[in-house]
């Protein structure tokens, strides 16, 4: 049986990002319609629009959002927590309807950022951490790799 891993939707070609825009990787692509991938967009799945205010996770990474401990907030100010929450768990609802070995996920972003992400000033200052949903599947149990990252698993 072949492994299925969950993809961000962005990097498999779709224009899901924030500014509406992609970030195709062609491997990624590939593994999508060889039927080894499932493209996700825990943003869209959460119920935000795209495209949509660019947003960052303040007062620390997904795992504290996922404890209560820190927001998702857009940078005209707005809330998005309830989203990202709602988009995380629909994310891991997949994986594990799919029986997915794990996930890659688009680097930096407050979703989906494995390792590294925004710092929550929109400043373009990077941290240690990871996004609402990479954190929740991880809290699953399930690897998680950035588009970089993935390529040697």
Sequence with gaps: MKKIFL?????AGAK???DGEDR???????????????PVCPEQLG??????????????????VLAGRAKVVTCDGRDVTTEYLRGAEEVLRLAKA??????VL??????????????GTFEGNLRPGFG?????LVQAGLP?????????K
Excluded at 50 to 58: D, L, V
Excluded at 98 to 103: D, L, N, P, S
Excluded at 132 to 136: D, L, N, P, S
Excluded at 144 to 152: D, G, I, L, M, T
């Design 47 to 64: 119920g935000l629009t795209t495209p949509r205010p660019p947003a960052e996770i303040q007062d620390g990474d997904g795992f504290d």
């Design 106 to 119: 688009k680097a930096r972003s407050p979703a989906c950022g494995s390792g590294e992400i925004y710092d």
């Design 16 to 18: 899901t990002r924030f």
């Design 24 to 38: 195709l990787e062609p491997e990624l692509l590939h593994l999508v319609k060889e039927g080894r991938a499932i």
């Design 98 to 103: 799919w029986q997915a070995a794990g996930a």
């Design 132 to 136: 609402v949903a990479a954190a929740r």
């Design 144 to 152: 998680v790799f950035s588009e970089k990252s993935w390529k040697n």
């Design 7 to 11: 993809v961000s939707a962005c990097l």
